[in-house]
């Protein structure tokens, strides 16, 4: 089959229709059993996929999939880790990852020991190589498994509570800036594209992200990624220059896929001109969020200073979402408005959505900005009350 497959100019990762069809050539003519019919898929998967992994790939329920040596494969179901049957050899892993990079036209050396590329169904792969790590190539490919496209649909998972729900989408159709927080695989990703499933359909998306995770349906929507440096050490495009980008390209609305490092002055910049944004950060509740968001600027030079960075940031951002795990699952933690106002340097925040014994219930906070939502129709102190009552 693979000799096949090279005289009919057949690309297996981008064609895998046209190897499937090569397969059942191959066997139409034999005599089918359960042994045989295991036997091609697995040359499907070896040829057109990427192996003894692929059957984990292709399972809806795999949210992550890992190998730390290649005798220890490990997948993560639920935000919960499990070590996999699969056994391979250090030369399987370096071919794999051989085939998932030949796609993304990114690459890893000694010069560049690490590497960040999406694969063709959308998953996100990061590769370490010795010496950085202590023996073997260090490998995880985290899957975007879509659970949910609309803040409704994540009520129904159990995420949030429908008044939250109901808060979230009035405080997107009005264009506050939102801010949503959490730590490793708490689900940020997925609930800042259901939160961009509110945005009007009017409205003109740009999105930056240093690889594509965000899936969106908009009707205007223009993805944007990072590129690192070539061969030549040169052509590199940093998130900060995306940013810088975005805002020549007409956006309504901007989106950072995550907040990390020094772009996030550029991102405070583009909020401060009224320009609504949105944007994921790692943090372990709102108000750390928050004073993280008040240092990253810092990274961006020594002429940046916490007299100008506090102060703006308590007049862009308007609401931050802090996200969490519990044996339950994902769940929303916090919903807290920032009122604009600094106290002694500190920012001062209210909770308008807060846990209790659990469950996600209404807190005494207001969010900012109350004439925005007037200016779409929405009286949210109204609904808000309705929720209390």
């Given at each position: 089959m693979r000799a096949?497959?090279?005289?009919?100019?057949?690309?297996?990762?981008r064609?895998?229709?046209a190897?499937?069809?090569?397969?059942?050539?191959?066997?139409?003519?034999?005599v089918?059993?359960?042994?045989?019919?295991?036997?091609?898929?697995s040359?499907?998967?070896?040829?057109?996929?990427?192996?003894?992994?692929?059957?984990?790939?292709?399972?809806?329920?795999?949210?992550?999939?890992?190998?730390?040596?290649?005798?220890?494969?490990?997948?993560?179901?639920?935000g919960?880790?499990?070590l996999?049957?699969?056994?391979?050899?250090?030369a399987?892993?370096?071919?794999?990852?051989?085939r998932m990079?030949?796609?993304?036209?990114?690459?890893?050396d000694l010069s560049?020991p690490f590497?960040?590329?999406?694969?063709p169904?959308?998953?996100r792969?990061?590769?370490?190589i010795?010496d950085?790590t202590?023996?073997?190539?260090?490998?995880n490919?985290?899957r975007?498994v879509?659970r949910?496209?609309t803040?409704?649909?994540?009520?129904?998972l159990?995420?949030?509570?429908a008044?939250a729900a109901?808060?979230?989408?009035?405080?997107?159709?009005a264009?506050l800036?939102?801010?949503?927080?959490g730590?490793?695989?708490?689900?940020?990703?997925t609930f800042l594209?259901?939160?961009?499933?509110s945005?009007?359909?009017?409205?003109?998306?740009?999105?930056?992200?240093?690889?594509?995770e965000?899936?969106?349906?908009?009707?205007d929507?223009v993805?944007?990624?990072?590129?690192?440096l070539?061969l030549?050490?040169?052509g590199?495009?940093?998130l900060?220059?995306l940013?810088?980008?975005?805002?020549?390209m007409?956006?309504?609305?901007?989106v950072?896929?995550?907040?990390?490092?020094a772009?996030?002055?550029?991102?405070?910049?583009?909020?401060?001109?009224?320009m609504?944004?949105?944007?994921t950060?790692?943090?372990n509740?709102?108000?750390e969020?928050i004073?993280?968001?008040?240092t990253?600027?810092?990274l961006?030079?020594?002429n940046?200073?916490?007299s100008?960075?506090v102060?703006?940031?308590?007049g862009?951002v308007?609401v931050?979402?802090?996200l969490g795990t519990?044996p339950?699952?994902?769940?929303?933690?916090?919903?807290?408005?920032?009122?604009?106002?600094?106290?002694?340097?500190?920012?001062?925040?209210?909770?308008?959505?807060g846990?209790?014994?659990?469950?996600?219930?209404?807190?005494?906070?207001?969010?900012?900005h109350?004439?925005?939502y007037?200016?779409?129709?929405?009286?949210?102190l109204?609904?808000?009350?309705e929720?209390?009552g």
């Amino acid at each position: 089959m693979r000799a096949e497959v090279r005289a009919r100019g057949i690309d297996p990762l981008r064609d895998p229709s046209a190897v499937k069809t090569l397969v059942d050539e191959v066997v139409a003519s034999l005599v089918l059993d359960d042994e045989l019919t295991g036997a091609a898929i697995s040359a499907f998967h070896a040829i057109a996929g990427f192996g003894p992994l692929q059957p984990y790939l292709d399972d809806p329920s795999v949210e992550e999939l890992w190998i730390n040596a290649p005798g220890r494969v490990f997948i993560a179901r639920d935000g919960r880790s499990e070590l996999t049957t699969i056994v391979l050899d250090a030369a399987q892993v370096r071919d794999l990852v051989e085939r998932m990079l030949r796609i993304s036209g990114r690459r890893l050396d000694l010069s560049t020991p690490f590497v960040d590329a999406m694969l063709p169904d959308g998953s996100r792969l990061h590769v370490v190589i010795p010496d950085i790590t202590r023996e073997h190539w260090a490998v995880n490919i985290r899957r975007f498994v879509v659970r949910a496209r609309t803040v409704s649909e994540l009520v129904d998972l159990g995420v949030l509570t429908a008044p939250a729900a109901a808060f979230l989408e009035a405080s997107v159709t009005a264009g506050l800036n939102i801010l949503v927080a959490g730590g490793t695989q708490s689900g940020k990703t997925t609930f800042l594209t259901a939160l961009l499933g509110s945005v009007p359909a009017t409205e003109r998306i740009i999105s930056c992200e240093e690889v594509f995770e965000l899936r969106l349906d908009h009707p205007d929507h223009v993805a944007l990624q990072t590129r690192s440096l070539s061969l030549e050490g040169t052509g590199d495009i940093p998130l900060r220059r995306l940013v810088t980008e975005a805002l020549r390209m007409r956006p309504t609305r901007l989106v950072v896929g995550e907040v990390r490092q020094a772009e996030a002055l550029d991102l405070l910049i583009a909020m401060n001109s009224g320009m609504p944004a949105m944007a994921t950060l790692h943090a372990n509740s709102a108000r750390e969020a928050i004073t993280k968001l008040c240092t990253l600027p810092l990274l961006a030079g020594g002429n940046i200073d916490p007299s100008f960075v506090v102060p703006t940031v308590a007049g862009c951002v308007d609401v931050v979402v802090h996200l969490g795990t519990s044996p339950a699952g994902r769940c929303v933690r916090e919903i807290a408005a920032v009122s604009g106002r600094v106290e002694s340097g500190v920012i001062e925040m209210a909770a308008i959505f807060g846990q209790e014994d659990g469950t996600l219930v209404r807190a005494a906070g207001v969010p900012p900005h109350l004439d925005r939502y007037r200016d779409h129709g929405i009286d949210i102190l109204a609904r808000l009350s309705e929720r209390d009552g």
